[in-house]
């Protein structure tokens, strides 16, 4: 076990190191999404790994996915988030690219399993293509 390990938190600490209220981490913890604080009543400490599940949790609310959603995940043990099964009524976020009038590109990031640091890349290089492919014609 290493130093940040054995660090613990009040419920006040974790909340505003996770940016949250207490009213919500104690939502979470109530809903399944993270573990119950080590301890009972006024002596209750929370650890790095709770810490941890909180930030997760608000990452992949940022993201736009549900509780529910989140608990599917949680519950799975996946590290990533994946893919639901595409079906009818299914909502997906596609980035979309206009390299020149009628040259466009769609994708779905956590389809293609790229980071949005991968997707700026990608698109930064199929433009430089496009560039090269017209300066070769000149």
Known sequence: MN???????TLDELAALAELSRRTVRFYIQ???????EGETRAAHYSSRHLEQLLTI??????????ERIREILQSGQEAVPPRPRGAGTVEVWTHLVVADGIE??????RAKLTPEQVRA??????????????TQK
């Open 105 to 110: 590109l769609t994708l779905e990031p956590g």
């Open 31 to 37: 809903q399944g999404l993270v573990d119950r604080p």
């Open 122 to 135: 990608f698109f930064r290089a199929v433009g430089d293509a496009y560039n090269s492919i017209l300066e």
């Open 58 to 67: 608000r990452k992949w609310q940022r993201a736009g996915l549900s509780l």
């Open 3 to 9: 130093s940040s390990d054995s660090k613990t938190y």
